[in-house]
């Protein structure tokens, strides 16, 4: 499973992007969803998931703020980021969950190459 993501930039505090991820290859089907962001020198942290059911979960400090959108027909996860404030500032990494198979159907964990996100003040 291939990740693409695209909307990173460069932006002033207040302001809105919108990360897009899709994911291609051969896979059985998506089940979860779901954005991280890092920093360097911090762990990765999940910001938003959604689940094959519409399930959504955030992190606290983006609720209010972030909307995660899916659409299972194309494979697609988008995250809407409004009010951007400076400690938004990471690299974006788009991830899902997918049944695939090798020999036999398994559900692997796949990642998106990142997508920088800066926030000016």
């Known amino acids: 499973v291939q990740l693409q993501a695209f909307g990173g930039g460069l932006v002033q505090a207040g302001d809105s992007l919108m990360l897009s991820c899709e994911a291609s290859?051969?896979?059985?089907?998506?089940?979860?969803m779901a954005w991280f962001r890092q920093v360097p020198g911090n762990e990765r942290e999940k910001v938003a998931a959604?689940?094959?059911?519409?399930?959504?979960d955030y992190a606290d400090s983006v609720k209010g703020r972030f909307a995660i959108s899916r659409d299972s027909a194309k494979n697609t996860v988008s995250l809407q980021m409004n009010s951007l404030q400076p400690e938004d500032t990471a690299v974006y990494y788009c991830?899902?969950?997918?049944?695939?198979?090798?020999?036999?159907?398994?559900?692997?964990?796949?990642w998106g190459q990142g997508t920088q996100v800066t926030v000016s003040s």
């Open positions: 290859g051969n896979f059985v089907t998506i089940t979860n």
């Open positions: 991830n899902v969950d997918a049944w695939i198979v090798v020999g036999t159907i398994t559900r692997q964990t796949f």
């Open positions: 959604i689940s094959s059911g519409g399930g959504i």
